[in-house]
């Protein structure tokens, strides 16, 4: 019933009718478990209607102000944030790294929302300036030193150029390129 429930709240969310989002605001309020929850404030934050964009950053402030205590729960909010399918959201990743929420060094928060922005958002990862995959390169190289299995497990999205587009292949190899060129490349990125 909660899944049934929380699609068609996501198909309703698309109309954009304030309506609708107040309803989806007073789940987010009323809410008695936290998968409710987390379909709400996915649905606010991914809203295109003006309202949706007012009330996710009160919703989101809320949320961790609630649950900043609570690591797991945080990460899921930090995946929230980088799956977000509506543009910026590459600057949002960013100005999350210096949240205090997230740890550069912390496995579960790299995956939380480095991997969830380069594996499961295709719309901003895949951005035609290619952006996305610097990032992402950027993001390899540091952790080539630092945690070289996360690294190679980071790399995986960038490993599938082969999929796209000349221009997106020509930007992704690039990067791929320019990991390869790193001096103290480990084993696990190298392979």
């Given at each position: 019933?909660?899944?049934?429930?929380?699609?068609?709240?996501?198909?309703?969310?698309?109309?954009?009718?304030?309506?609708?989002?107040?309803?989806?605001?007073?789940?987010?309020?009323?809410?008695?478990?936290?998968?409710?929850?987390?379909a709400a404030l996915t649905q606010l934050t991914n809203a295109e209607a003006p309202?949706?964009?007012?009330?996710?950053?009160?919703?989101?402030?809320?949320?961790?102000?609630?649950?900043?205590?609570?690591?797991?729960?945080?990460?899921?909010?930090?995946?929230?944030?980088?799956?977000?399918?509506?543009?910026?959201?590459?600057?949002?990743?960013?100005?999350?790294?210096?949240?205090?929420?997230?740890?550069?060094k912390n496995p579960n928060k790299i995956r939380a929302l480095v991997s969830s922005?380069?594996n499961n958002n295709a719309i901003n990862f895949h951005d035609a300036d290619g952006?996305?995959?610097?990032?992402?390169?950027?993001?390899?190289?540091?952790?080539?030193?630092?945690?070289?299995?996360?690294?190679?497990?980071?790399?995986?999205?960038?490993?599938?150029?082969?999929?796209?587009?000349?221009?997106?292949?020509?930007?992704?190899?690039?990067?791929?390129?320019?990991?390869?060129?790193?001096?103290?490349?480990?084993?696990?990125?190298?392979?």
């Amino acid at each position: 019933a909660r899944s049934l429930k929380n699609i068609a709240l996501a198909y309703l969310m698309l109309v954009g009718d304030d309506k609708i989002v107040r309803a989806c605001e007073q789940q987010y309020l009323t809410a008695n478990n936290m998968t409710d929850v987390m379909a709400a404030l996915t649905q606010l934050t991914n809203a295109e209607a003006p309202l949706a964009q007012e009330l996710s950053g009160n919703a989101l402030a809320d949320f961790y102000e609630r649950w900043q205590h609570e690591s797991l729960v945080v990460n899921q909010w930090l995946t929230v944030q980088a799956t977000c399918s509506l543009p910026n959201t590459l600057a949002r990743v960013k100005a999350l790294e210096v949240h205090n929420a997230y740890d550069s060094k912390n496995p579960n928060k790299i995956r939380a929302l480095v991997s969830s922005f380069c594996n499961n958002n295709a719309i901003n990862f895949h951005d035609a300036d290619g952006d996305g995959y610097k990032f992402l390169a950027d993001k390899i190289i540091v952790l080539n030193v630092q945690n070289p299995q996360i690294a190679s497990r980071l790399l995986t999205p960038l490993t599938k150029w082969k999929k796209y587009g000349a221009a997106r292949q020509a930007l992704m190899k690039a990067q791929i390129e320019r990991i390869m060129a790193e001096p103290n490349l480990s084993k696990d990125v190298f392979e």
